[in-house]
């Protein structure tokens, strides 16, 4: 029951999130995917499994923000 409600928090805010910021729909799905399923702890986390590979810090410096924007906004 407790997951359920976590998982249904989750996608809520997943919801309100994409209202404000419909161009990061796939960073939040991959969050989504990869905290329901694989149990992920961070935004980079996530990044780096959807990207099949690991990032080098100058490329998150790149990406980064828009992934951390939408994993602390959804994992508060």
Do not use: C
């Not at 976590?6 to 990869?34: F, N």
């Not at 329901?36 to 961070?42: F, K, P, R, T, Y």
């Amino acid at each position: 029951m407790l997951k359920f409600l976590r998982q249904r928090k989750l996608r809520t805010r997943a919801i309100q999130y994409l209202s404000r910021h419909p161009e990061d729909e796939p960073a939040v799905k991959a969050i989504l995917m990869g905290v329901e399923a694989l149990g992920i702890s961070s935004a980079r986390e996530a990044a780096e499994i959807t990207a099949g590979r690991p990032f080098s810090d100058e490329e998150w410096n790149e990406y980064g923000p828009r992934w951390e924007r939408a994993w602390n906004f959804m994992i508060r």
